[in-house]
T-cell receptor
Framework: EPEVTQTPSHQVTQMGQEVILRCVPI?????FYWYRQILGQKVEFLVS????????KSEIFDDQFSVERPDGSNFTLKIRSTKLEDSAMYFC???????????FGPGTRLTVT | RKEVEQDPGPFNVPEGATVAFNCTYS??????FFWYRQDCRKEPKLLMS???SGNEDGRFTAQLNRASQYISLLIRDSKLSDSATYLC????????????FGSGTKLNVKP
């Protein structure tokens, strides 16, 4: 069964460093998302991406964040200058478009020290 | 006001029990509704979509009440493996771009 994959599973970085989180969505899906979940809190929407551009972003997704789909398969989230409060689990999700059912990757745990 | 609200629980039930969770949503333009299951430190996984007429999948039944703006999930004959956090997710009409997640309801099924 096709699945969304994410790398790395755990990333530790120092405050102020740039990180890139990578995702490979399911191949025939059309909509792509990034979410974050701070430990013990709810899943929060960050950004959606369709037709090679951002469709919608939340107030969390400020100028420090960017997304790309550079080669038609990978979908990346970049945080330019990490802060302690960026520590969270980051989930990528994709959706076929024929239905509203999202498929989530296993997540990347980001720890900013 | 939160877009989606859930009782955080935990609901502690014995094996074999029937348990029900509700979720309320604030925006009457909400169109699509889902229940996801999330195990500790894992990704959310789709449990079921919720249709206007209600739907059932084995031991799980989902209902939608548009007038009162809530959805429900009923689990019959609870199993130990049902222990998880159940997330209510809604989406606005004609908008693939954003989904609103509730904080989740934690279920503990005890032997």
């Amino acid at each position: 069964e096709p699945e969304v994959t994410q790398t790395p599973s755990h990333q530790v970085t120092q405050m102020g460093q740039e990180v890139i989180l990578r995702c490979v969505p399911i191949s025939n899906h059309l909509y792509f998302y990034w979410y974050r979940q701070i430990l013990g809190q709810k899943v929060e929407f960050l950004v959606s991406f369709y037709n090679n551009e951002i469709s919608e972003k939340s107030e969390i997704f400020d100028d420090q964040f960017s997304v790309e789909r550079p080669d038609g398969s990978n979908f990346t989230l970049k945080i330019r200058s990490t802060k302690l409060e960026d520590s969270a689990m980051y989930f990528c999700a994709s959706m076929p478009g024929a239905s509203y059912e999202q498929y989530f990757g296993p997540g990347t745990r980001l720890t900013v020290t | 006001r939160k877009e989606v609200e859930q009782d955080p629980g935990p609901f502690n039930v014995p094996e074999g029990a029937t348990v029900a969770f509700n979720c309320t949503y604030s925006n009457s333009a909400s169109q699509s509704f889902f229940w996801y299951r999330q195990d500790c430190r894992k990704e959310p996984k789709l449990l079921m979509s919720v249709y206007s007429s209600g739907n059932e999948d084995g031991r799980f039944t989902a209902q939608l009440n548009r007038a009162s703006q809530y959805i429900s999930l009923l689990i019959r004959d609870s199993k130990l493996s049902d222990s998880a956090t159940y997330l209510c997710v809604v989406n606005l009409r004609n908008n693939f771009n954003k989904f609103y997640f509730g904080s989740g309801t934690k279920l503990n099924v005890k032997p």
